[in-house]
Structures are given as C-alpha cells and as structure tokens.
C-alpha cells in the first residue's frame, strides 16, 4: 500500500487494514511487515516508529544503479 509521508495518512491506512481485518477476519503479520519511507526527514522518522506495528526497511531494488528514493541530479 502506498500513502504520503505524514502521520494522518499512515494513520489512515492504519484504520483502514483494521478495517478490512473486521470485515474479513484476516489479520496482517505484523512480525514480517515493513514500511519505506524514501525521503522522509529523521524527525518524521522518529515520530512513525512510535506508533505500534511498524519496522523501517529499505528498498532493495535499483534502477540504473540508482534506488527510486534518490535525489533528482541537478544540471552538469
């Protein structure tokens, strides 16, 4: 699933996986489950980690060497 990077959108999907799981009586592994946040200032970071259920990880793909979270180049 993807979001924004604010707390409100995590939030956000957070209530709507609890949703889904009264629904249909499925729950998420929260052991084997991470969250990526590419771009996210450390203060942010922090503030996500309090909340219950989450691990950060990063992305293990590169796309012509480089990873989809880097920073655009600026003019050579």
Known sequence: MFC???IRSIQRVQ???EHF???TGLLGNVEISN??????????KEEIL????YSIS???????GLSPS???QGKM
């Open 4 to 6: 924004k990077g604010d």
């Open 15 to 17: 209530e709507a996986l």
């Open 21 to 23: 799981s009264d629904t």
């Open 35 to 44: 969250i990526f946040l590419p771009g996210i200032i450390d203060e942010l």
């Open 50 to 53: 309090t909340m219950p259920g």
């Open 58 to 64: 990063t992305l293990p793909i590169r796309y012509l």
């Open 70 to 72: 880097s920073k655009k």
